[in-house]
Each structure stands twice: as C-alpha cells, then as structure tokens.
C-alpha cells in the first residue's frame, strides 16, 4: 500500500506563487508516475502535471505550461509543484497522485491507484 501527503495548499493573490508537496510513503518499486490534478467546484477532476519518477519525464497540461513546474526528489520520496503567475482559476483543491500504469498515460486520472486527500489553493482576484 502507498500513501500520499499532500502540504503547502493556502491563499495567495493573484500573480503569487504557491509550491505544492506530496511525499509517498509504502512500498514503491520500479517505475512510476507521480502526478497533480485538481477539482474546482462544479467542475470535473482535470490533469495538471505529471513526473515519471526513474527518468524524471514530465507532462503539462496546457493551462499549467510556462507557469508550474513539476520536480521530484527522489531521496526523500517527494515530488513539488511550483506555481507562479497564480490566477483566480487555478483556484481548486489539488491532489497528489501515483501509479506504474501512469508513466504511459500520465495525464489520465485512471490511470493512478494511490491518491492523497488533496491540498486548498486558493488565489483571489
């Protein structure tokens, strides 16, 4: 079993800048993918970023390209999400996820088996 943790949600403006954590912690072999999605109100889940955790391979959605940057550290087991140019509509709670079958399909959130509890960010006007 994997689990998840998620940390660094809060308020920003925005224009601000938020860096998002999540740290896996279980039994991990092999390749994998760790990913971020997020869920507004009212609206469905959507793909935000993804890191293959041997070769370090990312993938963007295009509303998160030229302003996330996804990183990981495997020492501890940790991947990141920087945020920069914060806009109202990145306004959602952001969730962590992992999973082997994700390193051919990142983007697809059927993909991931293990899921966090989700962090807030929320960027006001």
């Known amino acids: 079993q994997v689990q998840l943790v998620e940390s660094g949600g809060g308020l920003v403006q925005a224009g601000g800048s938020l860096r998002l954590s999540c740290t896996a912690s279980?039994?991990?072999?092999?390749?994998?993918?760790m990913g971020w999605f997020r869920q507004a109100p009212g609206k469905e889940r959507e793909f935000v970023a993804a890191i293959t955790w041997r070769g370090g391979s990312t993938t963007y959605a295009d509303s998160a390209k030229g302003r996330f940057t996804i990183s990981r550290d495997n020492a501890k087991n940790t991947q990141y999400l920087q945020m920069n140019s914060l806009k109202p509509e990145d306004t959602a709670l952001y969730y962590c996820a992992a999973g082997y079958a994700a390193v051919a399909r990142p983007a697809e959130g059927k993909q991931y088996s293990y899921w966090g509890q989700g962090t807030q960010v929320t960027v006001s006007s």
């Open positions: 279980g039994r991990i072999f092999g390749d994998y993918a």
